[in-house]
């Protein structure tokens, strides 16, 4: 009787898992080019500002307003690695930008690292990625990440909702402190890092101009949170939302639909195509990410199904390996959703870096995200749409 009801569980969690793809998908709706620009608009999809009056009615405060001089101090710092406590990296050691390799001694670094095989940012220097390209986060001291967590990419998270993979930084203000102070990023302390600037004979001039009350911690993130404010960057995909119908291909287009309808702007969405919502991951059939990292240990007692090698369902393919066995927010599987412009340029992919393939990153989100196989066609024509979201950062002449 046993047996019998058992496998009766077994036949009923089998169906349910099938079900969804049984089931006959409606066919999907064939959108002109002003019809497709008509509904990503009205969907709160909106190009990134060309015109330097309509950057700042989007990023401008009073609080903090941008000026010229005051975004070059923001850069000045961002590329310094005084602001690390062994003065080896700097903010763009983890977030590059093509314009300026900061450090070419750190590359060779990189190279010899006992993460090398993940390293991909040493043929990636001149990418503008505004991430480092690897699995997992490096530090000071070759420090590694907790929960081997990588590092989303700085470009256009100025005009996100939430920052960080659990989506505790609300502004990008909010982000700079925990970077300075981390033992496991730049490891320094506030005092120290004001009194470092106040022997520089550079930044100590630079701040007086620049703020009444000279060099101060509040004003050293203030200036790194308007440098990278002007970090936006614009690509075809926006010249399309503004009414250029030969910005996209045919096949981009056909991506851009897709991903309208199939719901991948539910999460994605925004003038960031991502970063706006914090969103549960995978929506579905956690015990398909295996974590390895300490099973047995007491501090796993207890743990999400995620942490054994086990499940019921019919494919046993795995997203992927869920390395740091890290659960996000709160620890209930929910992160920020990540931006998605410049994307086939921030691999690899998820909040751990496990996915270096875009496609196979868009596999797993269609299977393990929206419950649906997408096919090989579909998976193409994405992919091609998302190309479309790659782009430079914007050069406001107010501002050089």
Known sequence: MLRLSFLAIIIIIAWIEVLPYLIPKKPKK???????????????????????DTFLK?????????????????????????????????????????????????FSDDMTHPQGKTDCMVCHIKDESGSD????????????????????????????KYRMWDGSAKTSLDTIAPMIHDKYKMNLTSAELVKRLNNNTFYKQEFAKVFKNGVTFENVQKALDIYQKTLLTRSAYDRFLEGDNQALSEEAKRGFRNFIQLGCKGCHTGITVGGQ????FPARNYNH???????????????????????????????F???????????????????????????????????????????????????????ETQIDEIVAFLKSLDGEVVEYKELK
């Open 289 to 319: 990410i295996i974590d390895v990292t300490g099973m047995f240990s007491r501090e796993y007692i207890g743990r999400d199904v995620a942490a054994f090698n086990f499940n019921f369902k019919p494919s046993h393919r795995y997203p």
């Open 277 to 280: 919502t914090i969103q549960k």
């Open 321 to 375: 390996e869920n390395k740091g066995g890290y659960l996000g927010k709160d620890n209930k599987q929910l992160f920020r959703v990540p931006i998605l412009r410049n994307v086939t340029k921030t691999s690899p992919y998820f909040h751990n870096g496990s996915v270096f393939d875009l496609r196979e990153a868009v596999h797993i989100m269609g299977k393990y995200q929206l419950s649906m196989e997408l096919t």
């Open 30 to 52: 064939s959108y002109n080019d002003e019809q497709l620009r008509e509904i990503a608009l009205s969907r709160g999809m909106r190009p990134i500002p060309k015109e330097y």
């Open 58 to 106: 989007l990023l401008d405060s009073k609080e903090n307003p941008i000026t010229k001089a005051k975004v070059a101090l923001g850069k000045k710092l961002f590329f310094d690695k005084l602001l690390s406590s062994d003065k080896t990296i700097s903010c763009a050691s983890c977030h590059l930008l093509g314009e300026n390799p900061h450090n070419q001694n750190q």
């Open 133 to 160: 390209r690897l699995s997992t986060a490096i530090g000071v001291q070759g420090r590694t990440a907790p929960n081997h967590l990588n590092t989303p990419t700085i470009l256009n998270s100025a005009l996100a």
